[in-house]
């Protein structure tokens, strides 16, 4: 069992940043993977970014690509997501998700992690 509890959103307003925060806790090991998904009000779940396994490589949706840094500490079993030049469409309850036994073809997939934390509303004003 991991358990993950988001922290760090808000409201902010276009162009500013804002830095999430994931704490987790239970059974982490060097294959799980953490990732952040998003989802808006109507909308599908959609992968944001994702820290494969212990390998310190990372994964970005072209939405965020080159505005986001997803960074993923391991002593503390920590996982944070940086977002910069926000936009009204990041608005969204940000979720972090964990699995261990994920395959890479797989990973922008919300269907197949097992473990969510609660989410934290981030809402980016025009």
């Known amino acids: 069992q991991v358990q993950l509890a988001e922290s760090g959103g808000g409201l902010v307003q276009a162009g500013d940043s804002l830095s999430l925060s994931c704490s987790a806790s239970?059974?982490?090991?060097?294959?799980?993977?953490m990732a952040w998904f998003r989802q808006a009000p109507g909308k599908e779940r959609e992968f944001v970014a994702a820290?494969?396994?212990?390998?310190?490589?990372?994964y970005y949706a072209d939405s965020v690509k080159g505005r986001s840094t997803i960074a993923r500490d391991k002593a503390k079993n920590m996982l944070y997501l940086q977002m910069n030049s926000l936009k009204p469409e990041d608005t969204a309850v940000y979720y972090c998700?964990?699995?261990?036994?994920?395959?890479?073809?797989?990973?922008?997939?919300?269907?197949?992690?097992?473990?969510w934390g609660q989410g934290t509303q981030v809402t980016v004003s025009p």
């Open positions: 998700a964990a699995d261990s036994h994920l395959i890479m073809s797989t990973m922008r997939d919300p269907d197949q992690y097992d473990y």
């Open positions: 239970g059974r982490t090991t060097t294959s799980t993977t």
């Open positions: 820290s494969w396994r212990s390998t310190g490589y990372t």
